[in-house]
T-cell receptor
Framework: GQQVMQIPQYQHVQEGEDFTTYCNSS?????IQWYKQRPGGHPVFLIQ?????EVKKQKRLTFQFGEAKKNSSLHITATQTTDVGTYFC?????????FGTGTRLLVSP | NAGVTQTPKFQVLKTGQSMTLQCAQD?????MSWYRQDPGMGLRLIHY???????DQGEVPNGYNVSRSTTEDFPLRLLSAAPSQTSVYFC????????????????FGDGTRLSIL
């Protein structure tokens, strides 16, 4: 299948520390989407990356798409307790949106 | 604007029972899909539809049926529930990539938490 691997599976940080999750594919991606799911909630779309080497920022969140379009990362600067949740990458192709396994982030105050 | 509405929110079934999970959206989205979410396995695509009258299988379609008679509704049917189908089910919708709106973000419902005993 068109697997998208995500690491780490889980990370626990102290508030104020940085956090990064990585998404890797064995094949070239046409695009990558990122979603956030709060505990007990549903996935919410954050952003989409399409171009090789693309970098987008949303306040403390920085999203990158690799030059070879086979990997992507989400970096959160100075985490806050509101960042708690699971972050998913997802690839859209052939009419299907396939999700990575997600990275669960826990932030302690 | 309600967005994507899923009913019921919770359900407990016995093995062998049948059930339909409802999903409705009011955004005139052509594309709709169903996912199941299990701990440590992310979201896995069950079935999807690019428009009324058109459905296709996702990654894990076995044990589930769908139909799309209208743009708004996309019900998911479990014909004979099994314990392995205990999960959280999410419905999502978006514009279809074949209408010139490629790679659209998905809008998710709040989910149905299903337990099968």
């Amino acid at each position: 299948g068109q697997q998208v691997m995500q690491i780490p599976q889980y990370q626990h940080v102290q508030e104020g520390e940085d956090f990064t999750t990585y998404c890797n594919s064995s094949t070239t991606l046409s695009n990558i989407q990122w979603y956030k799911q709060r505990p007990g909630g549903h996935p919410v779309f954050l952003i989409q990356l399409v171009k090789s080497g693309e970098v987008k920022k949303q306040k403390r969140l920085t999203f990158q798409f690799g030059e070879a379009k086979k990997n992507s990362s989400l970096h959160i600067t100075a985490t806050q307790t509101t960042d708690v949740g699971t972050y998913f990458c997802a690839r859209w192709g052939f009419q299907k949106l396939v999700f990575g396994t997600g990275t669960r982030l826990l932030v302690s105050p | 604007n309600a967005g994507v509405t899923q009913t019921p929110k919770f359900q407990v079934l016995k093995t062998g029972q049948s059930m339909t999970l409802q999903c409705a959206q009011d955004m005139n989205h052509e594309y709709m899909s169903w996912y199941r979410q299990d701990p440590g396995m992310g979201l896995r695509l069950i079935h999807y539809s690019v428009g009324a009258g058109i459905t296709d299988q996702g990654e894990v379609p076995n044990g589930y049926n769908v139909s799309r008679s209208t743009t708004e509704d996309f019900p998911l049917r479990l014909l004979s529930a099994a314990p392995s189908q205990t999960s959280v089910y999410f419905c999502a919708s978006s514009r279809s990539e074949f209408r010139g709106h490629s790679n659209q973000p998905q809008h998710f419902g709040d989910g149905t938490r299903l337990s099968i005993l």
